[in-house]
């Protein structure tokens, strides 16, 4: 069964480096997104994505925020300048549609801590 | 605004038992779809079951059925015949149509814990 795929499984960095995460979306899906979980509370969107633009993004998803599809597989998120909140569990998603009512299937995560 | 509700911060159940999880959640859209998620402690979502806001029937899959009741806003999920491994955090999210996109919104998440 097709999944979606998330490197590296977990990612510690010093505070005010940039970390790039990865994502490899279902292959016949067109449109992904990203969800943050700090840990102990809900998912929070951050952004999604299609055709090589972001569609949505929320109020968290500021400019130390990016997302790029460089090639026909792999989805990244790019955070410029980490600081200590931006510690949290980071899922990528992917859908085939973007209706309302097609499931968004999650990859396993990346557990991003900031020292 | 889309709000997801999720009031039982963790629930008790012994295996082989039923266990209802609650989810009501507030929406001005008509068209929106409602999806429960699993997330055992090695902290993966995993979906479950969604309910269309235009499905006339109850979505079931498996062990798991949406009590989906549209006029109280309520879209429960049941589980029959709890397992072991049914211990997890399940949370009930919500999208809409709308223009832009459809992000997931999700509720603060139920605890599970199922015991033998």
């Known amino acids: 069964e097709p999944e979606v795929t998330q490197t590296p499984s977990h990612q510690v960095t010093q505070m005010g480096q940039e970390v790039i995460l990865r994502c490899v979306p279902i292959s016949n899906h067109l449109y992904f997104y990203w969800y943050r979980q700090i840990l102990g509370q809900k998912v929070e969107f951050l952004v999604s994505f299609y055709n090589n633009e972001i569609s949505e993004k929320s109020e968290i998803f500021d400019d130390q925020f990016s997302v790029e599809r460089p090639d026909g597989s792999n989805f990244t998120l790019k955070i410029r300048s980490t600081k200590l909140e931006d510690s949290a569990m980071y899922f990528c998603?992917?859908?085939?549609?973007?209706?309302?009512?097609?499931?968004?299937?999650f990859g396993p995560g990346t557990r991003l801590t900031v020292l | 605004a889309q709000k997801i509700t999720q009031t039982q911060p963790g629930m008790f159940v012994q295996e082989k038992e039923a266990v209802t999880l609650d989810c009501t959640y507030d929406t001005s859209d008509q068209s929106y779809g409602l999806f429960w998620y699993k997330q055992p402690s090695s902290g993966e979502m995993i979906f479950l079951i969604y309910q269309g806001s235009y499905d006339e029937q109850n979505a079931t899959e498996g062990r798991y059925s949406l009590n989906f009741q549209k006029a109280r806003k309520s879209a429960n999920l049941v589980i029959s015949a709890s397992q072991l491994g049914d211990s997890a955090m399940y949370f009930c999210?919500?999208?809409?149509?709308?223009?832009?996109?459809?992000?997931?919104?999700f509720g603060k998440g139920t605890t599970l814990s199922v015991s033998s």
């Open positions: 999210a919500m999208s809409a149509e709308n223009q832009a996109g459809t992000a997931l919104i």
């Open positions: 998603a992917s859908s085939r549609t973007f209706s309302g009512t097609d499931t968004q299937y």
